[in-house]
């Protein structure tokens, strides 16, 4: 394999996630971030740039097998952590719960932490700004519906809050933080918050602006497309959508029945549960970045904290939202601690194994799939994980369901393209039912007919 690497190498290899990493360090005009044609940001800028093999680029490409991994970096950045897992790497404390004090918890997705670590660290006078995700004003005029954007104020921080499963990218956030010197957090998904951490090891600058990083536990990317998808199966036009919310609250609800909410430009509004969407099933694998296929991180271990869902009962039934979080750097432990003696922060100590429960099936995919995938030829750049190849663990009923994943989530980047290009929703909505019944046929009732008819036909809707 080559040593030095460029952007093509790790774009044409399928394992660009599209971080905006590259781009920002590239500093040039006509060099950005845009959609390609399946709806999934990638690098785009003169050949010059996109094909020079580079040894910064190599080591600070969050992809790149000649970065350096989880580990490493987790040991150099929390060296005196007491706990050092298999699952979660290094850390301090690990908690379940949720914010008591104000209405962070309402306004999150689940229990409102990110947001309110994010308030605490400009609260405390720790930070000026906090790059994270926020809706465009206008996303039709603007391209996007979500942006990464720099919040210098407590009320712009609260404007970010809930989770947005749509493509976003650090190049305009990493270099602004280049040209307004000051002391950052940066919220990110983890192999985000990887980039970050490669970048920060490359440039001294940014070791010393981004002080913080908030990161978000990560099932996978989801591509553009999968907003157009709503908008198709809710009957609205695309181009007509002013706001879109994946996880609107309903604490009368369980908290894992996701409800997806669409306003309009004209003020109206659609919604629709995630269970009758055809690509509803998150665990399908959906419009999935190929690179999230090649990922090993569950939990965003080279953050200062990590923010999930608690997904185990009693908390998935609590519509209010309560999350599972990991600390990592003693000085964020100390604010964490303090705001719970203080009673601000409801949240109990809980084990490494109490957290890994709560994403089984995010580690199920990311350890033993990833494992299996390993084993399978591919071409161009091979990455490089902690995971060791191994197609002799999982059983043929495991093996079916990884296969299955992997061909749903490429097929569904093709079919939506082909039925979009060809201006034919039903065709893509079609495939999609047939897809997600015969995957819940396998995946949960050893191929049995019978289920798989009945699954498809609840989704559409007999
Ligand atoms: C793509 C994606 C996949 C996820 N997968 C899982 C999973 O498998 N398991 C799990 O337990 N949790 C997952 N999460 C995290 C979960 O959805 C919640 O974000 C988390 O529990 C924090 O909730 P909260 O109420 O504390 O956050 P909130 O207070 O609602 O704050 C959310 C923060 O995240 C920022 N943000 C929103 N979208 C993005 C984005 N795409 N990238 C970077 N920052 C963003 C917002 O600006 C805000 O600062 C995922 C999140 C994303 C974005
Ligand atoms: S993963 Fe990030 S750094 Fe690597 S090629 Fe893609 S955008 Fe650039
Ligand atoms: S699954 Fe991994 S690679 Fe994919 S978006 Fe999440 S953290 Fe990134």
């Not at 394992?15 to 005009?29: D, E, F, K, T, Y």
């Not at 602004?176 to 970048?199: D, N, T």
């Not at 509004?269 to 090649?294: E, I, K, Q, T």
């Not at 194994?353 to 091979?382: C, I, K």
């Amino acid at each position: 394999m080559k040593e030095l690497l460029s952007p093509r190498d790790i774009v044409t290899s399928g394992l660009c996630i599209g971080c905006g990493s590259c781009v920002a360090q590239a500093n040039l005009p006509d060099t950005q971030m845009d959609f390609d044609a399946y709806g999934q940001l990638k690098p785009q800028g003169p050949n010059a740039w996109y094909n020079r093999e580079s040894g910064s680029f190599t080591r600070t490409c969050p992809f790149s097998p000649g970065s350096r991994n989880e580990d490493y970096l987790g040991a150099t950045l929390f060296p005196t952590a007491p706990h050092v897992d298999n699952a979660l790497g290094r850390f301090q404390a690990a908690y379940v719960g949720h914010v008591s004090e104000e209405d962070f918890r309402m306004q999150g997705s689940s229990g409102g932490m990110v947001t309110w670590v994010a308030t605490e660290l400009m609260r405390q006078g720790l930070i000026d700004g906090v790059a994270h995700v926020i809706a465009t004003e206008d996303p039709q005029e603007d391209g996007r519906y979500f942006r990464y954007r720099i919040a210098r104020t407590e009320a712009e921080i609260r404007e970010g809050a809930k989770s947005r499963y749509y493509p976003i990218e650090l190049s305009e956030v990493l270099s602004l933080i280049r040209e307004v010197p000051g002391r950052y957090a940066v919220v990110g998904i983890p192999c985000f918050i990887k980039a970050v951490q490669l970048l920060r090891k490359e440039n001294p600058m940014y070791r010393e602006r981004i002080q913080y990083t908030l990161g978000l536990f990560c099932g996978h990317m989801k591509s553009a497309r999968f907003v157009e998808s709503f908008a198709w199966q809710m009957n609205v036009p695309v181009d007509q959508i002013e706001q879109v919310e994946y996880r609107q609250k309903d604490p009368s609800r369980p908290a894992n029945w996701y409800n997806a909410k669409l306003t309009l430009r004209d003020g109206n509004s659609v919604n629709r549960d995630w269970w009758h969407l055809a690509d509803g099933d998150w665990g399908a694998g959906f419009y999935m970045n190929s690179a999230c296929n090649y990922c090993d991180d569950v939990v965003a271990e080279t953050s200062d904290i990590s923010f999930g869902d608690a997904w185990v009962e009693p908390y998935s039934s609590d519509g209010r939202g309560t999350n599972v979080v990991v600390v990592r750097s003693p000085l964020v432990d100390q604010l964490v601690t303090n705001a719970i003696q203080a009673g601000r922060l409801q949240l109990e100590p809980v084990d490494a194994r109490f957290v890994e429960q709560t994403q089984a099936a995010g580690f199920r995919q990311r350890r033993e799939g990833l494992a299996y995938r390993l084993t399978w030829p591919r071409s161009g750049v091979q990455p490089r994980k902690r995971v060791i190849p191994d197609d002799k663990t999982p059983t043929a009923q495991r093996k079916l369901i990884y296969r299955m994943r992997y061909y749903l989530s490429k097929g569904s980047h093709q079919m939506f393209r082909v039925a979009r290009n060809l201006q034919m929703p039903q065709l893509y909505i079609d495939w999609a039912r047939m897809t997600l019944a015969a995957y819940h046929g396998f995946a949960y009732h050893q191929g049995n007919y019978e289920e798989i008819k009945n699954r498809y036909n609840q989704l559409k809707g007999e």
